[in-house]
Every structure is written in structure tokens, then in C-alpha cells.
């Protein structure tokens, strides 16, 4: 099998309600999906969902980085050849880890389409299922207890809060949430590197009986030291998320003893290839995974639920990039969702049918 045509479509798709996190509000999917097709007529597809913030790239340089590589780069290459595809990759787009995220995932989607399994079974078959969680935005403390009740009404047991603005209002915010809503329910906090460490222990220790089940990234992604502070301090466990980024990086935090868990994110890591090896690289370490996402199309977000279902080491996920966009550019298959768990639909590779009519309608007119 080689591949005999790569194709890029930058799009856009809005999402019903703004989502504001500590470094900016999105109001949008800006995704890139890839479609490559095979000589046997076979075609898979990525997403490459660029955020400067997290991933330090921008969006038009990946495009055209993507655009000019491919022909080059993947044309006439068989996808089995993982290992010179993948020394290709980061020698080509070393900086792109979302690029090379959209070009991995394509060929994990045709070599689990070529060998009738998915990508699920290909990188392990842990389990069937996984409870889901879903992230509220900063907003005022009535709004977040309303939305969490709305959420816990829709089946969802797995909640994340950003916070990371305002360290009194986050406090109150949390303790209003355990208030009203009890105990039985998953709490997860994602500051996004918005405390100073100093800040990030108080609100640890003021948090520390609300039964939080981890607290992601409290300081600069590049303050490691900062990092190794908090989570020798912290009553509630830490976990990386921007500080974590390809395997170098989850190398540092391991041999400071930096975090006690990580969040791995296909974007950042540069796909399904190197979320594995960061997932098992934490097992080793003795910390748990999660899978996380950006505002993703059902196309990325179901290449990490496929991860997430593989792998033992996934204890938490949150796959939540696509519940809010207004339209799916898959018809049939992928990732999804019922009583507050994920799941996959039948079919092998990432086992989505691509409407191609919807990824035409929601090209983005800024990029091409
Ligand atoms: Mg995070």
C-alpha cells in the first residue's frame, strides 16, 4: 500500500456557546483535517487543531508547512514504514507537533483500515468504555453550580472547572460546588498555568478537603521548578499539561519528580505514536495518564478516544473538544457518547465515515 494523494482542509466550525479559559475565550473549531488516499482507493484522516498558547504554533504556518510537505514527505510512502515516517516527521516538522499529529493519525486510520482492526485494538484494547468528563468555562459562581447541576442531570459524573484567574472567587466557586452538589460526583481544576507557585499551594490547602481529584497545570508551563514546588506541597495531586509535550519533555518532569500525573494531548505530542510512548513512559514513573483534547472536530477527538480505550495507564479522560460545535463533519462512526461515557462505534482504522459535502461547507475562508 502507498499513498498516492494528501489533501489539507483548514476549517471552521463555531461552537454554540464562548469558552473562556485563563489565557483566552474560543469561540470556535479551528481545526485542519488531512485526508490522504492510498493506491488501493483506501483514504484516512487526521486533524491538526494548532493553539499558540499550547502547542507554539500558528495556525497559517501549519498550513502551509503541512501544504508544502506533504508532497514530498508522504506521497509514495508505504504507511507501514512507521520508523522512517516518524524520524521524517520530526526532522521535517520538529516544531509542528500539531502537523504531525494530523499526519500520524492518517496513517494509524489506514493501517488499521488495511488490517480490519481499529486503532483501538491496534495500540491495546484496555477497555470498551471510559467515563467522560466535560469542562465549564470561567464564569460567575451561580452559572457554574447551574451548569454542573445541568451537566450532572445529563448523566455526566466527571466535571472539569477551569479556574486560574482569580484565586478567591475559584476557591468559593469550588467550595459552592461541593456545597450544593455533594460529594458523588468527579471533580477535576485546570488552572492553565494562570497561579504563581505560591498561589497555587493556597489554593491546594484551601481545597484541600472538597475531595478535587487533581489539579492540572497551576504555574508557567516553563517554570519546572515552580511545577516540582507545588506538587511537593500540594494535599491535592498535581498534573502537567503544557509543561508536557513530547517525550524529552516528560523526562525532565520525571526526573524532578515535577508532577504526579500528566495530560496527554495528541496535539501536542505530535499524534497517537508518541501519546502511547508518553503514556507508558508515565506507567513506568508511576503516574497516571489522561487523555485530553483541544476544541477538536469528532475526527481528532475520536484518535484519542481510540488511545484512551487502548491503554491501561488512562485513568481520567476528557474528550469533551466536540460536544459544543455546532455541526460534525463525520456522517457515520467515531467516537461516542451516552450516560457520561465514550465509547467507539464499530469499524476498523478510527472507523469514521467523513462527510465531505460538511468539511467543503465549513472551510475557513482565511486560510487557502
Ligand atoms: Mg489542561
Given at each position: 500500500m502507498l499513498i498516492t494523494r494528501a489533501e489539507v482542509f483548514p476549517i471552521k466550525i463555531p461552537k454554540k456557546t464562548a469558552f473562556k479559559v485563563a489565557y483566552a475565550t474560543r469561540t470556535a473549531c479551528l481545526g485542519m483535517l488531512l485526508k490522504l488516499t492510498a493506491d488501493d482507493g483506501r483514504t484516512g484522516w487526521g486533524e491538526a487543531v494548532p493553539v499558540a498558547e499550547i502547542t507554539g504554533e500558528q495556525r497559517a504556518e501549519v498550513f502551509r508547512a503541512l501544504r508544502d510537505w506533504l508532497p514530498g514527505g508522504l506521497i509514495g510512502v508505504d504507511p507501514f514504514d512507521r520508523e522512517e515516517i516518524r524520524l521524517r516527521l520530526e526532522r521535517?516538522?520538529?516544531?509542528m507537533p500539531s502537523a504531525r499529529c494530523a499526519v500520524d493519525t492518517a496513517l494509524w486510520d489506514l493501517r488499521g483500515q488495511t488490517l480490519g482492526r481499529s486503532v483501538r485494538e491496534l495500540l491495546g484494547r484496555a477497555r470498551e468504555v471510559h467515563q467522560a468528563s466535560m469542562s465549564m468555562g470561567i464564569k460567575g459562581l451561580a452559572e457554574t453550580v447551574g451548569e454542573a447541576r445541568n451537566l450532572l442531570g445529563r448523566g455526566f459524573h466527571d466535571i472539569k472547572v477551569k479556574i486560574g484567574l482569580d484565586l478567591e472567587n475559584d476557591v468559593a466557586r469550588v467550595k459552592a460546588l461541593r456545597r450544593e452538589l455533594g460529594g458523588n460526583w468527579r471533580l477535576y481544576l485546570d488552572?492553565?498555568?494562570?497561579?504563581s507557585p505560591a498561589e497555587a499551594i493556597k489554593l491546594a490547602e484551601a481545597l484541600?478537603?472538597?475531595?478535587?481529584?487533581f489539579i492540572e497545570q497551576p504555574v508557567k508551563a516553563a517554570d519546572l521548578d515552580g511545577l516540582t514546588e507545588v506538587t511537593r506541597r500540594s494535599p491535592i495531586p498535581i498534573a502537567a499539561d503544557e509543561a508536557v509535550k513530547d517525550p524529552a519533555s516528560l523526562v525532565r518532569i520525571i526526573e524532578r519528580g515535577a508532577a504526579h500525573m500528566i495530560n496527554v494531548k495528541l496535539m501536542k505530542c505530535g499524534g497517537p505514536s508518541n501519546a502511547e510512548t508518553l503514556i507508558r513512559m508515565a506507567e513506568a514513573a508511576g503516574m497516571k495518564a489522561m487523555i485530553g483534547c483541544m476544541i477538536e472536530s469528532r475526527v481528532g477527538i475520536t484518535a484519542g478516544l481510540n488511545v484512551a480505550l487502548a491503554l491501561a495507564n488512562v485513568h481520567y479522560i476528557d474528550l469533551d473538544g466536540a460536544f459544543d460545535l455546532v455541526d460534525d463533519v463525520i456522517a457515520t462512526g467515531g467516537a461516542q457518547l451516552a450516560d457520561g461515557r465514550q465509547f467507539l462505534a464499530e469499524g476498523p482504522g478510527l472507523g469514521i465515515n467523513v462527510d465531505e459535502e460538511k468539511v467543503k461547507k465549513y472551510l475557513d475562508p482565511d486560510l487557502n
Open positions: 521535517d516538522l520538529a516544531n488552572a492553565n498555568q494562570g497561579y484541600s478537603g472538597e475531595k478535587v481529584e
